[in-house]
């Protein structure tokens, strides 16, 4: 096949590739949105109701009193509250995963939409039939071999895009974790001052405001690694192992508030676990990003070999 129809088909091949997956991403964005909406929807009564069992405490009533006056209430309360919490992150974590994915769907549809796209099938029907035409005068076994060489060349090279975007997406997560992973070290420190130096109010007080710091950095590295799957999605034989972390493993407890020795320390194993899960998360993604640097040096060889075997043909 000469060079120009070669040139064309690998073109046309490479753009049909590339609007397949931004159909299927698309599809796979909207299943996700609509899951994460009724999700959503779900921890939205959840944290209702534990809100009203909070207010509902504090209502005034000669129960309540009676409870108050014999120690009961402060323990309920305290349950209570941290029940809450609990619910407000998950939710709160819940309102920014569909914010996320609003965005995604929206940036798709648009890219989907582009009018680089609008001809497409019409075009390659078009280059299909003069290919055939072509090979039907030209009827030579080297000209199978070249055509054979084009679609490999296709293939790896379309493969290696895939390998760098997921690649990129990587290294990404990989930052995003080491700050969220350092933000939490500064808490733990203060936490251990906090839990077994007995800190006091002040270094409490920093203690949270470092937590709470994390909120935003580990919420960018659950969104950087939801982005870092749906690129490894696209790479064949790519490790594509779920890299999700529970976020809901660092929150605020209520020591602040009801500072002893016991809810202390458990804020201090809850920071210390989520720092070992972020940790442990970093390590997956740097053993995935060296399978997929070796697989691009195997694509680079391959196309090293595709070029010789042109050439011989070529120039006999």
Same mark, same amino acid.
């Given at each position: 096949?000469?060079?120009?129809?070669?040139?064309?088909?690998?073109?046309?091949?490479?753009?049909?590739?590339?609007?397949?997956?931004?159909?299927?991403?698309?599809?796979?964005?909207?299943?996700?949105?609509?899951?994460?909406?009724?999700?959503?929807?779900?921890?939205?009564?959840?944290?209702?109701?534990?809100?009203?069992?909070?207010?509902?405490?504090?209502?005034?009533?000669?129960?309540?009193?009676?409870?108050?006056?014999?120690?009961?209430?402060?323990?309920?309360?305290?349950?209570?509250?941290?029940? #809450?919490?609990?619910?407000?992150?998950?939710?709160?974590?819940?309102?920014?995963? &569909?914010?996320?994915?609003?965005?995604? &769907?929206?940036?798709?549809?648009?890219?989907?939409?582009?009018?680089?796209?609008?001809?497409?099938?019409?075009?390659?029907?078009?280059?299909?039939?003069?290919?055939?035409?072509?090979?039907?005068?030209?009827?030579?076994?080297? %000209?199978?071999?070249? %055509?054979?060489?084009?679609?490999?060349?296709?293939?790896?090279?379309?493969?290696?895009?895939?390998?760098?975007?997921?690649?990129?997406?990587?290294?990404?997560?990989?930052?995003?974790?080491?700050?969220?992973?350092?933000?939490?070290?500064?808490?733990?420190?203060?936490?251990?001052?906090?839990?077994?130096?007995?800190?006091?109010?002040?270094?409490?007080?920093?203690?949270?405001?470092?937590?709470?710091?994390?909120?935003?950095?580990?919420?960018? #590295?659950?969104?950087?690694?939801?982005?870092?799957?749906?690129?490894?999605?696209?790479? %064949?034989?790519?490790?594509?192992?779920?890299?999700?972390?529970?976020?809901?493993?660092?929150?605020?407890?209520?020591?602040?508030?009801?500072?002893?020795?016991?809810?202390?320390? #458990?804020?201090?194993?809850?920071?210390?676990?989520?720092? %070992?899960?972020?940790?442990?998360?970093?390590?997956?993604?740097?053993? &995935?990003?060296?399978?997929?640097?070796?697989?691009?040096?195997?694509?680079?060889?391959?196309?090293?070999?595709?070029?010789?075997?042109?050439?011989?043909?070529?120039?006999?």
């Amino acid at each position: 096949m000469n060079e120009t129809m070669q040139e064309r088909q690998m073109a046309l091949t490479m753009k049909r590739n590339e609007y397949a997956r931004v159909c299927r991403r698309l599809d796979d964005a909207q299943t996700r949105l609509s899951a994460a909406v009724a999700e959503n929807r779900q921890l939205e009564r959840a944290l209702t109701k534990e809100q009203k069992d909070v207010m509902d405490l504090g209502k005034f009533s000669f129960l309540n009193k009676l409870k108050e006056w014999t120690g009961s209430l402060d323990t309920r309360m305290e349950k209570e509250i941290a029940e #809450a919490a609990a619910a407000e992150v998950a939710y709160n974590e819940s309102v920014k995963h &569909v914010e996320d994915l609003e965005y995604e &769907v929206s940036v798709l549809k648009k890219t989907a939409a582009d009018p680089d796209y609008a001809y497409l099938d019409e075009e390659w029907a078009a280059f299909i039939e003069e290919k055939e035409l072509w090979i039907r005068m030209n009827d030579e076994t080297s %000209q199978a071999t070249l %055509q054979k060489i084009a679609d490999d060349r296709v293939r790896i090279r379309s493969m290696m895009r895939e390998v760098d975007e997921a690649f990129e997406a990587g290294e990404k997560a990989e930052r995003a974790l080491d700050r969220a992973i350092d933000k939490l070290s500064n808490a733990e420190g203060l936490s251990m001052w906090d839990t077994f130096l007995g800190g006091g109010l002040l270094v409490s007080a920093l203690k949270y405001s470092e937590v709470n710091s994390s909120d935003d950095l580990v919420h960018q #590295a659950q969104r950087a690694l939801r982005h870092y799957e749906t690129e490894l999605m696209d790479v %064949q034989e790519a490790a594509t192992a779920s890299f999700q972390v529970n976020r809901n493993d660092i929150f605020t407890f209520t020591d602040l508030f009801f500072d002893n020795i016991f809810s202390d320390f #458990a804020v201090h194993s809850r920071i210390t676990e989520g720092k %070992q899960k972020l940790n442990g998360v970093l390590q997956d993604v740097r053993r &995935v990003q060296s399978r997929l640097m070796q697989k691009k040096e195997a694509s680079e060889a391959e196309l090293v070999r595709l070029d010789a075997d042109e050439k011989r043909i070529l120039l006999g």
